[in-house]
């Protein structure tokens, strides 16, 4: 059984093993731990045929590095038709090196992505969490904030509530609070029971369910915490 190619430089970590009628590997991605499904050879020849167009060729990058479009491109549909714009979950909104991008709409910012800097190699993709990284940091920029523990760690912190953003999702409405402890780090709460006040600070305690990135911003996300109200010295 084979990895997929975009993960096949990684270090791997223990053996195989099965879970929900598919075979995983857990693999070391820049001192992150994730798991990677495992393909038999009758998928990976399915996955990459010997004349399968590149992903270089697939995302433009044969005619050289791509232009990222980045703002309220909302009302602008007929404008990204006209260059030629594509949209990829990666990405956004992007435009080929053989587009001309004129005029630009105010609010509009542009960034270059080249090949080079979200491939390994110089053949496959980097993992989504990585690109994600990187296409943030150039459209956002650097966050100070780091992922804290590891998936499933428990983990307690004195964290500092920013923002609470309230929510209606399918389940009703939520609270998702955004947090930070002194080092600047950003952790994430989703509950519908408590909604915390924003300025206050509180003691924390929650197991770790993700790391995400949000333009630019690395985030913990935490559930099942248990919180208390940190009393003024």
């Not at 990895?3 to 598919?22: D, M, R, S, V």
């Not at 990829?88 to 800097?117: C, Q, R």
């Amino acid at each position: 059984m084979k990895l997929a190619k975009n993960y096949q430089q990684y270090e791997t970590i223990g053996e195989p093993y099965q879970a929900h009628q598919h075979w995983y590997q857990k693999i070391n991605i820049n001192g992150q731990i994730t798991e990677a499904r495992l393909y038999t050879d009758e998928e990976y020849e399915k996955m990459y045929p010997p004349n399968l167009i590149s992903v270089k060729e697939q995302l433009g990058f044969d005619k050289g590095p791509i232009t990222l479009i980045e703002g309220n491109t909302a009302d602008l549909k007929d404008w990204l038709n006209n260059i030629g714009a594509k949209f990829h979950k990666l990405f956004g909104w992007y435009v080929t090196a053989d587009e001309p991008i004129n005029p630009i709409p105010e609010g509009i910012s542009l960034y270059e992505l080249p090949w080079e800097k979200i491939s390994t190699n110089n053949k496959y993709l980097r993992p989504d969490q990585e690109i994600d990284e990187i296409v943030s940091s150039m459209k956002f920029g650097t966050s100070p904030s780091q992922f804290v523990g590891e998936i499933g760690e428990k983990i307690s912190k004195i964290v500092y509530i920013k923002k609470v953003i309230k929510l209606n999702t399918r389940y009703g409405e939520t609270n998702m609070h955004i947090m930070e402890d002194f080092d600047q780090n950003i952790y994430i709460w989703m509950t519908g029971s408590r909604m915390l006040v924003e300025g206050q600070t509180y003691s924390i305690f929650g197991t770790v369910k993700s790391h995400d990135v949000y333009k630019g911003e690395k985030r913990t996300v935490l559930v099942r915490c248990q919180i208390q109200l940190m009393k003024e010295k």
